[in-house]
């Protein structure tokens, strides 16, 4: 199998909203965000599959020196070595990808964030600097698309962290702002056990309406000689908004299911922003 075989097989089968978007960009671009969005799945693997602690933390210091020799010109990794001839090309640094580890040794170091900044930092590392790298190579001319970049990025966690709250409690782990959760007196406990109540829901309607604020901003900061280029993003900002209505008219189900929309409505909703240009 070669490198770029791996990264394709390792983005298609994580059944991602960002492959659907990734499908519709020129040859070069598109492989250089599999080999990118391959080794996001790479270190977030560690954090998620690898059950004893000390040896999720042996591997991301592995990952850190394969970036570090990589970038010397010696990559190991398949992902590594499919990754790198792009870099240069779309200006993706050591550090770009050192933020992305460092965000995911969060993820072993820290389980419950006190407030929105603390969390906002972690979101910055896993999603933000992803979202920069992304525009990169979308195809961003204008520099204020940067900034678009990481208020979708945050966007996208935020959603991404309502979906997956009863999923990440049984792990041990609750994004949601410890002064949010005290705000709306909902108990951690009640979380672990999968209890809903009015105070639950007042809690994820308050996240949800943040979330769904944040798209409409971020949309607003992305300048118009971008937007063409940056259409893969738009299409993952449909169908992440659309998610999140979903969840919302579902009444916030999220502690014992993992709501998600088909394949095949993720693929409508790409196509229709590619076609239309406009975010659902």
């Known amino acids: 199998m070669t490198p770029e075989q791996y990264v394709q097989q390792k983005a298609a089968a994580s059944g ?3 492959y659907y978007a990734f499908l519709f960009l020129p040859r070069e671009r598109r492989a250089a965000i599999t080999a990118f969005y391959a080794f996001c799945r790479e270190v977030d693997d560690v954090v998620d599959e690898v059950a ?17 020799t990589a970038f010397a010109g010696q990559p190991s990794h398949p992902v590594m070595q499919a990754l790198m001839p792009w870099a240069p090309v779309y200006g993706i640094t050591a550090a770009h990808l050192n933020a992305v580890i460092e965000g995911c040794q969060m993820d072993l170091e820290q389980s419950r964030y006190l407030d929105l900044p603390a969390l906002q930092r972690y979101c910055h590392l896993v999603a933000g600097i992803v979202g920069e790298v992304a525009a990169r190579i979308f195809g961003q001319t204008q520099e204020a698309t940067t900034a678009y970049a990481h208020k979708m990025g945050l966007a996208f966690q935020l959603t991404n962290i309502i979906r997956d709250v009863g999923e990440d409690a049984l792990r041990g782990r609750i994004y949601l702002p410890i002064s949010e959760l005290q705000q709306f007196d909902v108990k951690a406990h009640e979380l672990l056990k999968r209890q809903y109540s009015e105070r639950f829901s007042a809690l994820m309607k308050f996240q949800a309406e943040r979330a769904l604020q944040l798209y409409d901003e971020a949309l607003a900061l992305l300048p118009a000689e971008d937007r063409r280029a940056q259409k893969p993003g738009l299409m993952m900002a449909s169908i992440y908004r659309t998610l999140l209505r979903e969840i919302q008219a579902d009444g916030y189900q999220v502690l014992h299911q993992r709501v998600s929309l088909t394949p095949l409505r993720k693929f409508w909703l790409a196509w229709k922003t590619q076609a239309l240009g406009r975010v659902a």
């Open 52 to 68: 004893d602690p000390h040896v999720a933390q042996t591997k991301l210091a592995w990952w850190r020196r394969e970036v570090q």
């Open 16 to 18: 991602s909203s960002f």
